[in-house]
């Protein structure tokens, strides 16, 4: 999956941030003396919350390129593909039952239980921390985009999808953290709204790139090759080597 799609996710995905994560950034705390210690303090933060992404995009990378070797990789863009669009049309009373709970709960628990020592400190160093430890919470924006470092096929890949659609959301979360709560309630409510076009169009690009249709850039022919590669067709990179 092009890189340009995990920017796009981000950048739109970032109306999604000011409603989910913005609360978050503005109460982060301040020990900064000066305006710009504390514009640095919310730089680390965000920092923390990109690296955090694109470790998580590694692993998910891993895991496509196991897929990759095995030659699943059509039906897994496709069956991405389709689980985001289940998710999306998914009535919310069984969304919530299939919800992870028990050991899900108790991690982001002992997340919050970290966050109260860091907060008290306010240091650029716990700001960062406490980037880091965001990164780890539920969201299903970062789900949608953890979906496409998965469909990359590469552990290299994976990360710099997701340190991409990190770098998308910088911006306006840089803003909300810096400039404090600017966004009514409403507002915020509304911007939630949007989270699931994003989530249906990468799901249709999912679902187009594993049918191989020739298309080029969104459809690309994908044919497995003898010396366990996957031959790229239409585009200007030739092949992904699994190997």
Known sequence: MDLWTALILGLG???HCIGMCGPIAVVL???QPSRLGHVFG??????GRIITYAFLGLICGLIGRTLLMAGYQRWVSIGLGVLLLIGVFLPS??????APKGWHTRFVGRIKKLWGRLFSDGSTRSLFVIGLLNGFL?????????????????AVGGAAYMATFGAGTFPV??????FGALIGVRLKRRLNKLMPIGAIVLAVLFILRGLSLGIPYISPVLENTDKGEVKVHCCPST?????
């Open 13 to 15: 995905g970032s109306l």
């Open 29 to 31: 705390p301040s020990g």
């Open 42 to 47: 919310r730089v680390a933060y965000n920092t």
């Open 93 to 98: 009373k069984y969304a919530a039952r299939l």
């Open 138 to 154: 539920p969201c299903g924006l970062v789900y949608v985009a953890l979906a496409g470092a998965i469909s990359t096929g590469t």
């Open 173 to 178: 979360m840089l803003a909300i953290s810096v």
């Open 239 to 243: 092949s992904i080597p699994n190997e």
